[in-house]
């Protein structure tokens, strides 16, 4: 079903917003509000936000260590406000300020992160499992990045999972580098796309720079994975505009990023896109969008202040975390 | 009250928890069948949805256990040989160890991770580990170690019941050891420790096969010398205070455990009963683990690992006496 002009202005709005809080985290470094390290995703909005939007609330999604995440979550309905004041250390954030850096928010299925690549593909194997069991139709939704799927933990899930079709849609975040390695000089194939090949899974690679064909793909597999036939992957091809993390070298191994592909990618930057399909297809208009760009901008700055307003978690809680009662 | 063998006590607890609350299940490779008998015959009465056979990869396993877990699911994941836990090492120490205090105690991981632990089958360096300090040092896993047919049981009830991850190791020397186990429902709760043989010259505390071997060893030696003899049962939590209170009032201390010498479980319980009953000692303490060695297989086993006349040796250094026939 081809999406509403409604929802395509969501799309846009989704990747604004995206854009703006990352913005804020990576200035935070700068300012010294942003307590840990962060891992820009600027240049990746349309993964995020094609592939997390109109999921139900009770999908599971494992969001993406590129912007930490906050392109998944906004779409998927977490609150941004509390991101922020995760990152920058306060009681009030997702995980009470003791994680520094994860997300989490069990009511709209984001149910965890984890700081150790790889750990994505057992874990939601098992929200697979659960999702299964329940019965209700409900999909997982896994992004991974190209790094991810140099570990085995990505055969080991990815095989249960279609030995038992569980319900999850895998969907890498191809953005051609893990840390300062290259993708081709760490994986043995092309496309990751052909890892669905030894699972019996079908598999789509995509644009993603274009946010509806990262959501229509996402979909795709989705739709499948509600109906009981198994896992998919997608594929979307994409690149990181900034340094791996802030203050690393912007490198491939130990030299330079090609200037001409950082270049040539910027030139592909998804909001800017999607910006000009909205128009020429005059879906919004000029002042709309540019409304919606004010509104992500003040809703990044309102965030900031609450996160700078609040207070540091107190340590006499730290016994309290450690077991359920 | 009825004897029957340790193997068959867990199977009921499994049973009975499986029947009492539809969010238990069991998963693992070969599960159905049963490797050591202990999840042998849950399948037909329970069925493979909730008791699922998975590919040989312990790293399925753990993440199938961590995310049902996270799901809402209260799973019991068996790993086979302790050994192999430390394939998963990731899923169980890093991600559900930590996973509740990261997310600042909004998910929880109510899940058992099961496995066989211990020597005497000459299975060589391998399969033979007994790595009780590994989990007893990294904060949020809860371990029980089992030395009777009743305690395992009521253990095993009481960590499918807990809200948090569980591991549970089965000694493969006693699957087969017999005990009473009453009729009627149970539960043994987690830090409490069982006084197996009172006495009054020394305290041994040992775990899973090593309790055993003292009291054959108290026995033997009942009349030169009084051994009291103490079963933590968990070692997470631990139930410092019995054995402080049993130190008091002995003088002496022996701790005996299979897992290995250094940085093990002697060193830690000793260094606690040193920082809290220092002035009650009459005699340094004595460890009696397996050595700085991999474990062996063969014949030659036996020599690293700790044997009843080790259990005798340290008895006779704590109290100065001589006690061999």
């Not at chain 1, 994860?102 to 499992?129: K, N």
């Amino acid at each position: 079903m081809p999406l509403s002009n409604e929802q395509l202005k969501t799309l846009y709005a989704n990747m604004v917003r995206a854009r703006r809080f990352d913005e804020k985290i990576v200035q935070g470094i700068a300012d010294g509000k942003t307590v840990s390290f962060f891992h820009s995703g600027l240049g990746e909005e349309a993964v995020g936000v094609g592939g997390c939007a109109f999921l139900r609330p009770d999908d599971f999604v494992w969001y993406h260590h590129r912007g930490h995440g906050i392109g998944h979550i906004i779409a998927k309905g977490g609150s941004p406000r509390e991101f922020v004041a995760e990152h920058f250390g306060k009681a009030t954030g997702a995980c009470n300020g003791v994680a520094g850096f994860h997300f989490v928010d069990p009511e709209h299925g984001m149910l965890g992160f984890s700081g150790t690549i790889g750990s994505a593909f057992p874990v939601t194997l098992g929200w697979g499992v659960a999702a299964k069991m329940n019965n209700r139709g409900q999909a997982v939704v896994c992004f991974f990045g190209d790094g991810a799927s140099n570990r085995g933990t990505l055969h080991e899930a990815m095989n249960m999972a279609s030995v038992m079709k569980l319900p999850i849609a895998w969907v890498c975040e191809n953005n051609l580098y893990a840390q300062f390695m290259p993708l081709r000089d760490a994986f043995a194939s092309e496309d990751i796309a052909n890892l669905a090949i030894p699972y019996g899974m079908p598999s789509q690679t995509v644009d993603g720079q274009d946010v509806v064909a990262v959501h229509e793909a996402v979909q795709w597999a989705v739709e499948r994975a509600r109906a009981g036939e198994g896992p998919s992957l997608v594929e979307c091809k994409t690149y990181r505009f900034r340094a791996h993390s802030e203050g690393a070298p912007d490198v491939a191994h130990f030299e330079l990023r090609p200037p001409e592909e950082v270049e040539e990618w910027k030139r592909r930057d998804p909001i800017l896109l999607f910006r000009e399909r909205l128009l020429g297809e005059e879906v919004a208009t000029a002042s709309e969008l540019d409304g919606i760009d004010a509104e992500a901008a003040a809703e990044a700055d309102e965030a900031e202040r609450f996160a700078m307003e609040s207070p540091p978690p107190d340590a006499s809680i730290l016994s309290e975390l450690l077991y359920a009662r | 009250m009825r004897d029957i063998p340790y193997r068959i006590a867990m199977q009921e607890a499994l049973a009975e928890e499986m029947a009492r609350d539809e969010k238990v299940f069991v998963v693992g490779e070969d599960v159905q069948a049963g490797t050591f008998g202990v999840t042998s015959t849950l399948v037909q009465r329970f069925g493979p949805a909730r008791v699922i056979d998975t590919p040989l990869s312990e790293t399925a396993v753990a993440g199938t256990a961590l995310g049902a877990a996270m799901a809402g699911y209260r799973p019991v994941a068996d790993f086979m040989f302790a050994d192999f836990i430390y394939i998963a090492g990731n899923e169980v120490l890093v991600n559900a160890a930590k996973w509740r205090f990261a997310h600042g105690g909004k998910v929880s991981l109510p899940l058992v991770f099961l496995a066989a632990m211990g020597g005497g089958a000459r299975n060589g360096p391998e399969h033979s580990m007994s790595p009780e300090s590994l989990i007893m040092h990294t904060p949020g896993l809860k371990l029980a170690v089992p030395s009777t047919p009743y305690d395992a049981k009521g253990l095993l009830k009481s960590a499918i019941r807990d809200n948090n991850p569980v591991v549970f190791f089965y000694h493969k020397r006693l699957l087969g050891l017999r005990g009473d186990v009453p009729e009627e429902e149970y539960t043994v709760p987690f830090g409490v420790a069982d006084v197996k043989r009172e006495g009054t010259d020394v305290t041994v505390v040992a775990t899973a096969l090593q309790v055993q071997h003292a009291l054959r060893v108290a026995d033997e030696v009942k009349d030169r010398v009084s051994v009291e003899v103490i079963d933590p049962r968990t070692l997470e939590p631990l139930d410092i205070d019995s054995i402080v209170r049993s130190v008091e009032k002995t003088g002496r201390l022996v701790v005996a455990d299979e897992d290995t010498e250094r940085c093990g479980v002697g060193a830690e319980i000793i260094t606690q009963v040193i920082e809290r009953a220092f002035d009650s000692l009459d005699a340094p303490p004595k460890r009696v683990c397996a050595a700085n060695l991999p474990i062996p297989g063969g014949f030659i086993e036996a020599s690293v690992l700790p044997q009843p006349a080790s259990i005798l040796a340290a008895i006779e250094a704590v109290t100065g006496r001589t006690l061999k026939a």
